[in-house]
């Protein structure tokens, strides 16, 4: 999801808005209805005040659609078709009244006037895409059909709705085109940060992704530069140093004082050593990717482990089930596995380790004190507890940069008189079994 947020946010605005508008257009839609409605029923009036002098007058029914067919109208004669208007037909609006007329009226005085009052009641229909007017009085009804009105069309509310929400979806399908260079950026900058240190984020156009992500470019370029630089100073001087260091081992043993050929060999090896550790250090921070990775056996890359500590089997017990496998770089993860070995035999006063694994971390127990500064300190570069120890301070922070290229890291405990380093798995790569 929050890969996604931004992407999120905007269909979530874009429904949002959707749902705003439709819901607006709805609500008009409704309102234009019934004002349409009440427009057209107020043709009732005319047809009632028409019926009721066809009433009053007692005049032919030709005459009566005579006056109605002036105003669009005509009578359904047909029972059956009014029974079935009337029970099939929708009712728009119904609406009763009181009509009041002048009555003549004879008694032993003489004629008189007297008002009259009618109940009425006057129903708009809708069938089969007609209005009817179905008008109730107390001497009768009558169902009349109106040949000029129509029935309510929502066509230029439709049209609007339709061209809104058109605009709408256009706007944010532009919207979402212009991110999509930011979603490619973001999946280039993930390689590159994985190790593909040659994919281009170079975008055409002038805008401000493009703008952000040839600044990338420019940048993975001085990186480049400066990364090979590093790599090719780093590798020369190894080289240039390696040569005068054989030099001086064959030039050892011309020496006759056995004191001095001793002392000048052990400068020698110290120095053999370091250029070791340093190829070493730059093999693992100049690895780009896990192609040299493969499965194996923890049991088989222990073993390699102490064969390259060159140590007595004696030294190391361990407690590995044989079916466990790693996947690693074989080379970079014994080597760390015989840094750690070399460590635990060197400050244990028994000279001796145990490696166990227990629910996917692997553990190296050795007797001893603890160590005296919290663990960032030692995995920093050139710094130890002892200068006097036969050794430049490498060890653990060439396991930690081995660790972090396997996506692990290290971790340290003391408990009753024993130093436990570990190698702890990050939750999405456990060791396999």
């Not at 194996?296 to 004696?314: F, K, N, P, Q, T």
């Not at 790693?326 to 070995?341: D, E, H």
Request: net charge positive; charged share 25%.
């Amino acid at each position: 999801m929050k890969q996604h947020a931004v992407l999120i946010t905007v269909l979530f605005a874009l429904s949002v808005t959707l749902f705003g508008v439709s819901a607006i257009f709805y609500e008009f839609y409704k309102i234009n209805r019934i004002q349409y409605i009440d427009h057209i029923f107020s043709k009732y009036s005319v047809i009632t005040q028409i019926y009721r002098q066809h009433q009053q007058r007692k005049s032919s029914e030709i005459m009566l659609e005579a006056n109605l067919a002036v105003y669009k109208l005509q009578t359904q004669k047909d029972k059956k078709m009014q029974e079935h208007v009337l029970s099939k037909g929708k009712i728009l609006k119904r609406e009763g009244f009181q009509s009041v007329d002048d009555a003549i009226m004879l008694n032993s005085q003489g004629i008189y006037t007297q008002k009259v009052v009618s109940d009425l009641r006057a129903t708009m229909i809708q069938h089969k895409n007609m209005i009817y007017f179905y008008i109730q009085t107390p001497q009768g009804s009558i169902l009349i059909q109106d040949e000029e009105l129509k029935p309510y069309r929502p066509w230029s509310i439709l049209y609007s709705y339709a061209t809104m929400i058109g605009i709408i979806s256009i706007s944010f399908f532009l919207i979402l085109k212009k991110l999509q260079p930011l979603i490619r950026l973001r999946r280039k900058i993930a390689l590159f940060g994985n190790g593909n240190l040659q994919i281009s984020f170079k975008t055409p156009g002038s805008d401000e992704i493009a703008l952000v992500a040839n600044e990338l470019d420019s940048a993975r370029k001085k990186i480049n530069t400066i990364l090979d630089s590093r790599t090719l100073f780093l590798r020369n001087i190894m080289h240039e140093l390696k040569t005068p260091i054989a030099k001086g081992r064959i030039a050892t043993h011309m020496l006759e004082s056995p004191k001095q050929r001793d002392r000048f060999s052990s400068i020698f090896g110290r120095l053999e050593s370091l250029v070791n550790e340093f190829a070493m250090i730059e093999e693992v921070t100049s690895l780009g990717d896990k192609k040299d990775f493969s499965e194996y056996r923890l049991v088989d890359i222990i073993d390699g482990a102490i064969d390259l500590a060159m140590v007595d089997r004696e030294c190391v017990s361990i407690d590995v089930d044989a079916s466990i496998k790693l996947y690693a770089n074989y080379k970079l993860y014994t080597t760390a596995i015989k840094n750690m070995i070399d460590n635990g035999i060197k400050y244990s006063p028994d000279g001796h380790v145990t490696i166990h694994y227990i629910e996917g971390e692997l553990h190296f127990e050795s007797k001893g004190k603890c160590i005296a500064h919290p663990l960032h300190y030692y995995v920093e570069p050139f710094t130890k507890d002892n200068p006097s120890k036969n050794s430049f301070g490498l060890g653990l922070y060439l396991v930690d940069s081995i660790l972090k290229v396997h996506d692990q890291v290290l971790a340290h405990e003391y408990e009753d008189g024993v130093n436990r380093f570990i190698f702890v798995s990050n939750a999405q790569h456990k060791f396999l079994s």
